[in-house]
């Protein structure tokens, strides 16, 4: 018969199926399965086609379907509702809707750019389970495995996640840089005089007040300003003495001086006994220093013992702040470190400083060291025992690898970071973390600067990556390809 025949005669069947099969529904009978169809389309063929028809199903029963093609599925044999069995599917059955075959499906993965076939390592549950598969094989629901292939799952650390999904879940990330860090350690203090600017004015040997200057506790002195008029018997001894000597020879001996010394007799004393060659009565005792007279207890007509605190006066154009630095803080304090002082009774005003001693010492209550920060205080406003809100600023003298605070999932034993290769793949990576301070956290091994981390959403991703090397952890190691 000519090619022509055939479709004439494959036509026709086509036709006279239609209408048998309009017939048929409009009355509600059945027809009979259509072999002569088959026929019809083997001839249409070639002689080797029925030699290529799919073969019988064979193999277990893996699941049972609904009779009807209802989405309903069951592990072990049931009836539908009038009592009807279900079907089973055997493992030979084909219930892809692809064209292409389910075994070339499931050997070759599509070619990349280079042409060469990406190699499938194994398959894995389609549903998430923890079960892999060396082979193509379906699940008890008729689901087929999905492979991994090379490159996507190297070190089974590495999660790609889609487009959509990157967008949905708000993944964000940033390039590591170099910089440095600055954490300011923030610690109350208190303003002291400096110890070394204090002075206590007392006589070395017993004296009588006469008279005491119009000064009193807080007022402020010159070097040189008169404080009181005293008597000293043992002084006015040693300056007869002294002038003795220097009426005699006309050059006091060095004996005679060095007693009127010893007795902290002023220098502008003695002078006033080489200018007027008369032994005084009564001496002038001066402000040794400038500043603030802290303590008066030098009333006129008392009698002074020696050493006796008269006065004790202060410079205050320099003053210290002593810091209560907590003991987990001393390790980023170091003596330089740039400091800026605050104080409540000053609002918008602050001071700057330096660390300058670090005491070697924990206070035992408070489990703090004291930390002395000296501050100039030319006019005066810092006084003593205020309260002051001290900033230390500490961190790294040098750029350093460092990443956003978000960045780091800190577990408690260890610390991940979330690297992002691009292409929505993203690799977990542990690192080694140090100082911490203006939002960035230093990464001293893990990061190099100019890799990509993730600093938003970034627990959503190391769950999955715990997830993945979990299953991957289960998987059988004698039947991984």
Do not use: C
């Not at 002291?192 to 007392?202: G, H, I, K, S, Y």
């Not at 609002?347 to 004291?370: D, H, M, N, W």
């Not at 979990?470 to 390809?481: F, I, K, Q, V, Y």
Request: no cysteine; proline share 7%.
């Amino acid at each position: 018969m000519s090619r022509a025949g055939h479709a004439g005669l494959t036509l026709a069947a086509i036709l006279a199926a239609g209408a048998g099969g309009y017939w048929a529904g409009h009355r509600n009978l059945a027809l009979p399965a259509a072999q002569w169809l088959q026929a019809v389309a083997w001839l249409e063929g070639s002689a080797a086609a029925p030699a290529s028809a799919n073969p019988a199903p064979a193999g277990p029963v893996i699941y049972y379907r609904d009779p009807d093609g209802l989405p309903a599925y069951a592990a072990t044999p049931k009836k539908t509702a009038d009592g009807r069995d279900f079907l089973p599917v055997l493992a030979g059955e084909d219930l892809r809707f692809e064209d292409k075959p389910p075994a070339a499906a499931a050997t070759v993965a599509a070619a990349p750019a280079n042409g060469e076939p990406k190699r499938i390592l194994y398959y894995r549950n389609p549903m998430g389970l923890p079960d892999t598969s060396p082979t193509p094989k379906k699940d008890s629901m008729g689901m087929d495995y999905i492979p991994v292939y090379a490159g996507e799952d190297d070190d089974g650390s590495t999660v790609k996640v889609a487009a959509g999904k990157l967008q949905r879940t708000g993944v964000r990330s940033e390039i590591a840089t170099e910089q440095v860090i600055v954490r300011p350690v923030r610690v109350p203090g208190t303003v002291q005089l400096d110890e070394r600017r204090m002075t206590v004015v007392a006589t070395r040997s017993d004296a009588f007040i006469d008279k005491v200057a119009d000064v009193t506790t807080g007022d402020r002195v010159r070097k040189g300003e008169p404080l009181m008029r005293l008597y000293s018997a043992e002084i006015a001894t040693a300056s007869a003495q002294y002038l003795t000597d220097l009426n005699g020879s006309g050059r006091a001996s060095a004996g005679a001086r060095q007693r009127l010394e010893n007795l902290a007799v002023p220098p502008d004393v003695i002078a006033t006994i080489d200018r007027t060659r008369q032994v005084l009565t009564s001496i002038t005792w001066s402000a040794p220093r400038d500043g603030v007279i802290l303590e008066r207890n030098a009333v006129e007509g008392m009698k002074a013992s020696p050493g006796d605190v008269l006065f004790r006066l202060a410079d205050v154009s320099t003053v210290w702040i002593v810091a209560d630095v907590p003991e987990y803080e001393l390790g980023a304090v170091k003596v330089g470190a740039v400091a800026t002082i605050r104080v409540r009774s000053l609002p918008g005003q602050t001071f700057s400083g330096r660390v300058a001693l670090i005491y070697p010492q924990v206070t035992r209550e408070t489990r703090t060291t004291k930390v002395r920060i000296e501050i100039p205080n030319p006019d005066g406003l810092l006084l003593p025992d205020m309260y002051a809100d001290v900033e230390i600023g500490s961190g790294s003298n040098a750029p350093v690898v460092a990443v956003p605070d978000s960045a780091v999932i800190d577990t408690g034993t260890r610390q991940v970071v979330i690297l992002d290769k691009g292409e929505g793949r993203f690799e977990p990576r542990e690192v080694k973390i140090g100082l911490q301070g203006g939002g960035f956290t230093e990464i001293r091994n893990g990061v190099a600067t100019g890799d990509r981390v993730v600093v938003s959403a970034n627990f959503l991703i190391d769950a999955e990556s715990n997830l993945k090397a979990a299953l991957s952890g289960m998987t059988n190691p004698e039947s991984a390809p």
